[in-house]
């Protein structure tokens, strides 16, 4: 059978772009569409390294809290909680009369046993450590439950917040006897119930019609498909078959967004992307070379080249949103004063290196040409090589760092907990180099370390925000990245369809889209 997409595939980008949209935009369809740009992993959020598979299973799974679209923690299971005065003991009241979809009706015992299957280390799951902060987790009666946690940690409840503790129902726990159950199979308390899923293609799932809030959701089914191809992607939503597309090809958006029976979002993001220099490798561990690099690149001219003005140029090591975000300016350009550095450190006649990047889409290719050239330009001559997955999750998987191969490493980060902690302990903690976790530069501070454990367990807000800063000024110095871009989230939908937007982590807000015609 030959659909809109296959259609799309075969047709020129600039065709479609060219042509008027079809009157398939004009009647609202009982499936709403989304078309995303990768495959997806995990229907187990909890083993779920990448955000896109979190963010589709929300069609099926929620949480004790959720994020509104300002990444503001806001109930959702739960109707509140308490905390005591040392920030150890979290009491929260549960939504009553919530069913899952298998009929069973959601309480504490549900909540107790899906944290005591997502911490335990037995399960391998991924991302059991998101709340190894967490002692115990006990129901204090049918429909209140208690975290008591080792050490306070300020950023709780936006870890509740970002989809990873996802409520599964008791009755597919018990009968999971491996990882692989939950990995493809569903039943929460969701607004869908799945129907079928297909890692490499697609996610549909049907209407609950018994789900908690009354009205919702508007349409008959939800279907998520994955399209790699950026023209194919705008292309569907030009002829009608998506109703939403995430992200737009920049270099699609101008020309999408003059038609008229589409609607086109561009918003900044916590999305930043960096160089990492891996400070285990000469001529890395050397401070002045780090900083000459940073000097060599032209930010502002970046984010045109590669991103089409669809990024800000960074400045700093957490996006602006974040609580104790210090903004440094947009590093200056300088490849003077790069040259001098280079010198200074013993390389006067430049050096050879390997840049490599974590990803492989067009925007990371065109990133990737233009470090090369300014590079290039400051005497550092490099070699470049875009990753596929297996060959990227190398690095992370590798247990002595003196083998590590990588020097410069184009990476990014995602900060789906919306707080400071998640955004700087991954990549600049002594404590997460390879294989603990991401910090792929093999940066090593003992007072960042020290600070660290010390802001997230602060209670008083002041005085955490203080330290946040102290711990931004001191790696600022160290310089054990090159800060590049904070990224914008792009999406286009059909005019009619409204509250279908792109959050500023990467994920999506669905829950009350509807079709309304003018």
């Known amino acids: 059978m030959i659909t809109l997409r296959t259609v799309a595939?075969?047709?020129?980008?600039?065709?479609?772009?060219?042509?008027?949209?079809?009157?398939?935009?004009?009647?609202?369809?009982r499936v709403l569409t989304a078309a995303v740009p990768s495959n997806f992993s995990t229907l187990d959020t909890f083993d779920a390294m990448d955000n896109l598979s979190r963010a589709i299973s929300r069609s099926i799974y929620e949480g004790l809290y959720t994020f509104d679209r300002n990444l503001q923690p806001v109930p959702q299971l739960a109707d509140s909680y308490t905390v005591s005065k040392d920030g150890l003991v979290y009491d929260f009241k549960l939504k009553e009369g919530v069913k899952f979809h298998d009929g069973t009706e959601f309480d504490a015992a549900a909540v107790v046993m899906n944290f005591e299957r997502g911490m335990n280390p037995e399960s391998k799951l991924s991302r059991r450590n998101f709340f190894k902060f967490v002692d115990k987790v006990e129901a204090t009666g049918r429909y209140s439950v208690r975290f008591t946690l080792k050490t306070a940690t300020a950023g709780f409840i936006q870890r509740l917040s970002n989809g990873t503790a996802s409520m599964i129902c008791p009755s597919l726990i018990k009968r999971a006897t491996s990882k692989q159950v939950t990995a493809h199979e569903a039943c929460g308390t969701g607004p869908y119930v799945l129907k079928r899923f297909t890692p490499s293609d697609e996610l549909y799932a049907e209407k609950f019609k018994d789900y908690r809030v009354k009205g919702l959701p508007k349409f008959d089914a939800i279907r998520w498909v994955a399209v790699a191809e950026n023209s194919t992607r705008a292309a569907m939503l030009q002829t009608g078959e998506a109703q939403f597309i995430s992200p737009v090809p920049s270099e699609q958006f101008r020309q999408l967004e003059r038609d008229k029976r589409l609607t086109l979002i561009s918003a900044p993001s916590v999305v930043t992307r960096f160089l990492s220099m891996n400070e285990m490798k000469k001529p890395f561990d050397d401070v002045r070379v780090r900083q000459a690099i940073n000097y060599a690149i032209n930010r502002e001219a970046l984010v045109k080249v590669?991103?089409?003005?669809?990024?800000?140029?960074?400045?700093?090591?957490?996006?602006?949103?974040?609580?104790?975000?210090?903004?440094?300016?947009?590093?200056?350009?300088?490849?003077?004063?790069?040259?001098?550095?280079?010198?200074?450190?013993?390389?006067?006649?430049?050096?050879?290196?390997t840049l490599w990047s974590g990803y492989t889409d067009g925007k990371t290719l065109k990133t990737l040409q233009f470090l090369q050239q300014q590079l290039a330009a400051?005497?550092?001559?490099?070699?470049?090589?875009?990753l596929e997955s297996g060959e990227r999750s190398q690095i992370y998987s590798l247990k002595d760092p003196a083998q590590s191969k990588h020097a410069l490493f184009l990476i990014g980060w995602t900060n789906s907990a919306g707080?400071?902690?998640?955004?700087?302990?991954?990549?600049?903690?002594?404590?997460?180099?390879?294989?603990?976790?991401?910090?792929?530069?093999?940066?090593?501070?003992?007072?960042?370390?020290?600070?660290?454990?010390?802001?997230?367990?602060?209670?008083?807000?002041?005085?955490?925000?203080?330290?946040?800063?102290?711990?931004?000024?001191?790696?600022?110095?160290?310089?054990?990245?090159?800060?590049?871009?904070?990224?914008?989230?792009?999406?286009?939908?059909?005019?009619?369809?409204?509250?279908?937007?792109?959050?500023?982590?990467?994920?999506?807000?669905?829950?009350?889209?509807?079709?309304?015609?003018?």
Do not use: C
């Open 378 to 386: 400051v005497g550092i001559r490099v070699t470049t090589k875009a």
């Open 306 to 353: 590669a991103y089409n003005g669809f990024a800000e140029p960074s400045t700093g090591y957490m996006p602006p949103q974040l609580e104790g975000a210090v903004s440094f300016g947009v590093h200056p350009y300088d490849p003077k004063k790069a040259r001098e550095l280079l010198k200074e450190a013993g390389y006067p006649n430049g050096l050879t290196t």
């Open 419 to 518: 707080e400071p902690d998640w955004a700087l302990r991954p990549q600049l903690d002594s404590r997460s180099v390879p294989p603990a976790f991401i910090n792929e530069s093999y940066y090593r501070n003992p007072k960042v370390d020290e600070l660290l454990d010390r802001a997230i367990a602060e209670t008083d807000k002041a005085k955490r925000v203080a330290l946040y800063e102290e711990i931004q000024r001191i790696v600022n110095a160290d310089s054990p990245w090159a800060p590049l871009v904070f990224e914008h989230v792009t999406a286009g939908t059909a005019k009619e369809l409204r509250n279908f937007f792109p959050m500023p982590d990467g994920s999506f807000g669905f829950y009350e889209a509807e079709w309304v015609e003018d």
């Open 9 to 29: 595939a075969l047709l020129p980008a600039a065709l479609l772009l060219a042509a008027p949209a079809q009157s398939a935009l004009a009647a609202q369809p």
